[in-house]
T-cell receptor, first 112, second 116 residues
Framework: GDSVTQMEGPVTLSEEAFLTINCTYT??????LFWYVQYPGEGLQLLLK?????DKGSNKGFEATYRKETTSFHLEKGSVQVSDSAVYFC???????????FGSGTRLQVQP | GAGVSQSPRYKVAKRGQDVALRCDPI?????LFWYQQALGQGPEFLTY????????KSGLPSDRFFAERPEGSVSTLKIQRTQQEDSAVYLC??????????????FGPGTRLTVT
């Protein structure tokens, strides 16, 4: 079945460091791919998405590129801030379905 | 702004009790989703409604779980005879569905259920 694998956390970085959170997926067809973020005490929010191969999603300085050849959708940010501290979830939406499949989440802690 | 709201935010139930969790989607949103999030894990799909029709309930873990959305707006997730393994955060999401760009799912804050 469909699945998403994320790197385990927590990831601890200093402010202004470069961030990469790895995400790979298994799915048939051409799923859409998403990154969601969960800030402390808040609900899940969509951070960015990509709907086809080679698409790049971007938002708030975060980027991820849909790589079909490596079945990956790694999240990157050039310079993290303390306010980016949160749990990040990679997710996919299989073709023709409405139910999201999530990874287990990666906690990011950014220290000043 | 009126986002997705859920109540109660926290629920403690003794094993064997029945519970009912409520979700108020964003006004006008056509689709409504329930997910279960165990501690330290990602959300897992439970069920999905389009208006009042339950189109997919493949994720419901047992027949103790039942969801309804009788008027196509508010939804209730009911868990009968709760077990300890039901302890989790239950998330509700809704989407507008008017066109392909509006299939984004907006999540509520969740209800944390603890079964003792």
């Amino acid at each position: 079945g469909d699945s998403v694998t994320q790197m385990e956390g927590p990831v601890t970085l200093s402010e202004e460091a470069f961030l990469t959170i790895n995400c790979t997926y298994t799915a048939t067809g051409y799923p859409s791919l998403f990154w969601y973020v969960q800030y402390p005490g808040e609900g899940l929010q969509l951070l960015l998405k990509a709907t086809k191969a080679d698409d790049k999603g971007s938002n708030k300085g975060f980027e991820a590129t849909y790589r079909k050849e490596t079945t990956s959708f790694h999240l990157e940010k050039g310079s993290v801030q303390v306010s980016d501290s949160a749990v990040y979830f990679c997710a996919l939406l299989p073709t023709g379905r409405r139910a999201l499949t999530f990874g287990s989440g990666t906690r990011l802690q950014v220290q000043p | 702004g009126a986002g997705v709201s859920q109540s109660p935010r926290y629920k403690v139930a003794k094993r064997g009790q029945d519970v009912a969790l409520r979700c108020d989607p964003i006004s006008g949103h056509v689709s409504l989703f329930w997910y279960q999030q165990a501690l330290g894990q990602g959300p897992e799909f439970l069920t999905y409604f389009q208006n009042e029709a339950q189109l997919d309930k493949s994720g419901l873990p047992s027949d103790r779980f039942f969801a309804e959305r009788p008027e196509g707006s508010v939804s209730t997730l009911k868990i009968q005879r709760t077990q300890q393994e039901d302890s989790a955060v239950y998330l509700c999401a809704s989407s507008l569905d008017s066109d392909a760009r509006s299939y984004e799912q907006y999540f509520g804050p969740g209800t944390r259920l603890t079964v003792t």
